[in-house]
């Protein structure tokens, strides 16, 4: 997607922690949003960041940065069920979204 | 509650037809918004309703078109189909337009051109 950054593919093991990173640009900026799609299956919401700082939920953690434009989803003891695409999204107005990072989650 | 509902979930055209989607919003849910999903582009965002008023619309040509009824349910129309087209039609609804980051998605409507 137009002006969001996030790497195409990562890969991580079972147990581990990983981190997918997001950069946007900051004209018009509103908040940052992370979902989950699972292949085949439409993007659920996972986190929103309008400030800047680390927002925690259970084993999804999420981070803003708006003078630097930059997010990340940190996922903890990651599950062979959290191999998915994850979004990133900027809201200025309308919604904009990232080509998505596809995560493996081996064993 | 019932999620967001779209019909139909699978539709095959050929090049030149014109197609029509639908999409029920969660109740309560008065936004609605729509995107194109494809392999090479992503998600982008094609435009929201609100109020049966369509407050946002992305880059897409004036075959794309759109318009919500007064019980929120959303219709989107593209017309003179191309075979480019062919995608996974995305329907999210929240509950209003300034609550844009809280969307429910449905389980979207793949359209194959041929």
């Known amino acids: 997607g137009q002006n969001i950054d996030q790497p195409t593919e990562m890969t991580a093991t079972e147990g581990a922690i990983v981190q997918i990173n997001c950069t946007y640009q900051t004209s018009g900026f509103n908040g940052l949003f992370w979902y989950q799609q699972h292949a085949g299956e439409a993007p659920t919401f996972l986190s929103y960041?309008?400030?800047?700082g680390l927002e925690e939920k259970g084993r999804f953690s999420s981070f803003l940065s708006r003078s630097k434009g930059y997010s990340y989803l940190l996922l903890k003891e990651l599950q062979m069920k959290d191999s998915a695409s994850y979004l990133c999204a900027e809201n200025a107005g309308k919604s904009t979204f990232g080509d998505g990072t596809t995560l493996t989650v081996k064993p | 509650k019932a999620g967001v509902t779209q019909t139909p979930r699978y539709l095959i055209k050929t090049r030149g037809q014109q197609v029509t989607l639908s999409c029920s919003p969660i109740s309560g849910h008065r936004s609605v918004s729509w995107y194109q999903q494809t392999p090479g582009q992503g998600l982008q965002f094609l435009f929201e309703y609100f109020s049966e008023t369509q407050r946002n619309k992305g880059n897409f040509p004036g075959r794309f078109s759109g318009r919500q009824f007064s019980n929120s349910r959303s219709e989107m129309n593209v017309s003179t189909l191309e075979l480019g087209d062919s995608a996974l039609y995305l329907c999210?609804?929240?509950?209003?337009?300034?609550?844009?980051?809280?969307?429910?998605f449905g389980p979207g409507t793949r359209l194959t051109v041929t």
């Open positions: 960041n309008v400030l800047d």
């Open positions: 999210a609804s929240s509950s209003a337009p300034d609550r844009t980051y809280e969307q429910y």
